[in-house]
């Protein structure tokens, strides 16, 4: 009786030893494609964030910078990274902003695959408060929250060169402040840094980052504890295997702290993505239960990699959105019902008008090559054509991709121009997925979106109202009139709109002519010399 009582004894220990770590634990690898490659999973966030920083430039950056074509100058705060990464080989990537926490955690609840999300803090230094950074609560938004945050007011005029010194700081720190597992607790990787910059950023942004990094914390605590609950019971929803970086931006007037730098933040999620197959899906999508069922059929992945390889494609994932004219919480619920159900029960709410195609009201030219009544018909995937305004959201591989132009701030043009050059430029093919959709979940817009649409039919006066009180502050900033350093006066809105137009112009007066060989969209100097330094950015793993 002894070996029993033995073995009970040992199995008693490693039942308490799972539950201890069930927090870092995935389910069992579909299969041993492998997403690392050259470093152990626990330091892959440490390297992150020193090759990003490392040519990090300080001196903030105001509109008329962006204006000019000037670079992004993110800083990357933090990486909260799973100390056991999922096995699975294909990653949604996306970007956030404070406020937008709850959409991103919805997105996750619903997805079982590796999720990489930047997440954006503007830190004006001009003393005022900032329409953007909102830590203290999840109100409604995309990037613009009550003006909520007093800042500090810079202590100097900072220049790069000032304070661009020897960084090798960063990366001990950051190797002393990664935990074991998702719910250790970190010492602060800018608390336990003495480079320049950290205290550059501590003394003039100290609680706005301190606050930020407890919120996300909390965040990340919770979907691990999700995590290690549905590792044990098969019966839950899913949750995705989540890596966090938190970016924060120094501007120097309140008009581009209330832009979001999205292509940025796009580039800069992807950047932890180490699959070979990657989806960009903003922070309000959620995926359909079939999605689910892709990610987990690493043949099938395989098989579309392959694919891509002869020639590339674009593997277009068809959107849907609750119809506007519901009130919030019974448009939830549809979406709910919607990624939940069959296809079959998508298309009858949609026959109903219970969903419609997603902006089909606001611009119908952006997903209308899909052809959705063909697609409710289709078991098998098809290709279509490629068109101007296209903007579908879709599964691509990683090193095919050319990036988003970081140019593109805000939500004007952002995705177009992506998807411009992945056909014009990378030749990509386009191929409609026939088992597999998506659900824009309801919010209010972004006050650059409000100020945009010419016609609001669609929304109820309800969501108008709670819109009205969350962007009014934003609306005037971005309404004030300017005077740029050539003479032209204007509103922030008027010169975002003239710029971006002149953007895509341009572009497209190079994608669609001869000389389309020479494009290249601007990307920040930090996310190439990443890319030329991060070992899962050297070479692909599936063949």
């Known amino acids: 009786?002894?070996?029993?009582?033995?073995?009970?004894?040992?199995?008693?220990?490693?039942?308490?030893?799972?539950?201890?770590?069930?927090?870092?634990?995935?389910?069992?690898?579909?299969?041993?494609?492998?997403?690392?490659?050259?470093?152990?999973?626990?330091?892959?966030?440490?390297?992150?964030?020193?090759?990003?920083?490392?040519?990090?430039?300080?001196?903030?950056?105001?509109?008329?910078?962006?204006?000019?074509?000037?670079?992004?100058?993110?800083?990357?705060?933090?990486?909260?990274?799973?100390?056991?990464?999922?096995?699975?080989?294909?990653?949604?990537?996306?970007?956030?902003?404070?406020?937008r926490l709850h959409l991103l955690e919805a997105q996750c609840r619903g997805y079982k695959g590796p999720l990489s999300a930047a997440i954006y803090l503007p830190l004006p230094t001009t003393g005022a408060m900032s329409p953007v950074a909102a830590v203290k609560g999840d109100d409604a938004g995309d990037g613009e929250a009550p003006l909520a945050v007093t800042l500090r007011p810079a202590r100097a005029n900072v220049k790069g060169g000032d304070v661009m010194v020897d960084r090798k700081g960063v990366g001990k720190a950051a190797a002393k402040g990664r935990g074991t597992n998702g719910l250790a607790d970190r010492r602060s990787l800018l608390g336990t840094d003495d480079t320049a910059i950290d205290k550059l950023m501590l003394r003039q942004h100290g609680a706005q980052l301190s606050a930020a990094r407890e919120k996300i914390q909390a965040f990340f605590d919770r979907v691990q504890v999700l995590r290690a609950n549905h590792s044990s019971s098969s019966s839950l929803s899913p949750v995705c295997d989540l890596r966090l970086m938190l970016f924060a931006e120094r501007v120097s007037d309140l008009q581009l702290a209330a832009i979001m730098p999205t292509n940025v933040l796009r580039n800069a999620a992807a950047l932890a993505a180490q699959t070979d197959l990657v989806a960009m899906l903003d922070a309000d999508l959620g995926v359909s239960a079939t999605f689910n069922m892709l990610v987990s059929d690493v043949d099938r992945l395989r098989n579309l990699f392959q694919e891509a390889a002869e020639?590339?494609?674009?593997?277009?994932?068809?959107?849907?959105?609750?119809?506007?004219?519901?009130?919030?919480?019974?448009?939830?619920?549809?979406?709910?019902?919607?990624?939940?159900?069959?296809?079959?029960?998508?298309?009858?709410?949609?026959?109903?008008?219970?969903?419609?195609?997603?902006?089909?009201?606001?611009?119908?030219?952006?997903?209308?090559?899909?052809?959705h009544m063909v697609w409710a018909r289709s078991n098998e995937s098809y290709e279509v054509h490629f068109a101007r305004n296209f903007e579908p959201w879709g599964i691509l591989p990683r090193f095919k991709?050319?990036?988003?132009?970081?140019?593109?701030?805000?939500?004007?043009?952002?995705?177009?121009?992506?998807?411009?050059?992945?056909?014009?430029?990378?030749?990509?093919?386009?191929?409609?997925?026939?088992?597999?959709?998506?659900?824009?979940?309801?919010?209010?817009?972004?006050?650059?979106?409000?100020?945009?649409?010419?016609?609001?039919?669609?929304?109820?006066?309800?969501?108008?109202?709670?819109?009205?009180?969350?962007?009014?502050?934003v609306n005037v900033l971005l309404e004030q009139e300017l005077s740029l350093k050539d003479g032209r006066t204007g509103t922030a809105y008027k010169f975002y709109m003239s710029y971006v137009h002149s953007l895509i112009r341009a572009e497209r007066s190079v994608l669609e002519g001869s000389n389309r060989a020479k494009y290249g969209p601007q990307l920040n100097p930090q996310l190439l010399y990443c890319k030329s330094k991060l070992p899962w950015w050297q070479s692909p793993t599936l063949k």
């Open 1 to 99: 009786m002894a070996v029993p009582s033995r073995r009970k004894l040992l199995l008693f220990l490693c039942g308490w030893c799972w539950c201890w770590a069930a927090v870092a634990i995935q389910n069992e690898p579909v299969d041993q494609l492998g997403p690392f490659r050259g470093s152990s999973n626990l330091n892959a966030g440490e390297q992150l964030r020193t090759c990003w920083n490392a040519l990090y430039d300080p001196a903030p950056v105001g509109y008329t910078d962006w204006l000019a074509g000037g670079p992004a100058r993110l800083y990357l705060v933090d990486v909260w990274w799973p100390a056991r990464p999922s096995n699975l080989p294909m990653t949604v990537f996306t970007m956030a902003s404070m406020d």
């Open 311 to 371: 020639r590339p494609a674009l593997y277009v994932v068809p959107a849907f959105e609750p119809n506007p004219l519901m009130e919030m919480e019974t448009a939830n619920g549809v979406s709910d019902a919607a990624l939940s159900g069959s296809k079959a029960d998508l298309i009858a709410l949609w026959s109903n008008s219970t969903v419609k195609v997603f902006h089909v009201d606001g611009c119908r030219q952006c997903h209308k090559q899909i052809n």
């Open 401 to 473: 991709d050319p990036g988003y132009d970081e140019r593109f701030r805000g939500w004007a043009f952002d995705k177009i121009q992506h998807v411009e050059s992945l056909a014009l430029f990378k030749d990509f093919r386009f191929v409609i997925l026939p088992d597999v959709w998506i659900i824009h979940r309801p919010h209010p817009k972004v006050a650059i979106a409000r100020i945009h649409a010419q016609h609001q039919q669609t929304r109820n006066s309800k969501e108008q109202q709670e819109e009205g009180k969350s962007n009014d502050q």
